[in-house]
């Protein structure tokens, strides 16, 4: 049997501020507003990865993460072309970073929290 992936499905607490976040900044496509079970949602295209995205249902006591390091979820990774300028756009638009771009051999890379505190490392592989 073969896996492939599919689509990545984030609970947020707003979903319009995230549909913005996710179009806006990153560029990514609405495909559809949509319900998943009770909940609306939406599905957006990020450079061919699909990404799905709901309010929490009222059964449902979702929480931030907190500071502790978890089994599961860490972040989300975004391959761009120009790191520098990437940052420098985040930056202006007020996202906290964790760690500023840095050059780790091969690759040079950033991260920074989007909303509901979703951790993206955005890098670039260099030459």
Do not use: W
Not at 42 to 64: C, F, K, M, Q, Y
Request: aromatic content about 12%; overall charge negative.
């Amino acid at each position: 049997m073969k896996y492939r992936y599919h689509h990545l499905h984030l609970i947020c607490s707003d979903l319009e501020e995230m549909i913005h976040f996710f179009s806006e900044t990153l560029g990514a496509e609405l495909v559809a507003r949509r319900k998943f079970g009770p909940s609306d949602g939406a599905s957006l295209n990020l450079s061919g990865v699909l990404i799905n995205l709901r309010v929490a249902r009222e059964d449902e006591d979702a929480v931030h993460g907190d500071s502790k390091t978890r089994f599961g979820y860490h972040h989300i990774g975004l391959q761009v072309d120009d790191l520098d300028a990437v940052y420098g756009e985040l930056k202006e638009k007020g996202f906290p970073f964790s760690l500023p771009p840095t050059d780790a051999g091969d690759v040079k890379m950033a991260f920074f929290e989007g909303p509901d505190h979703l951790v993206f490392e955005i890098f670039q592989v260099l030459d």
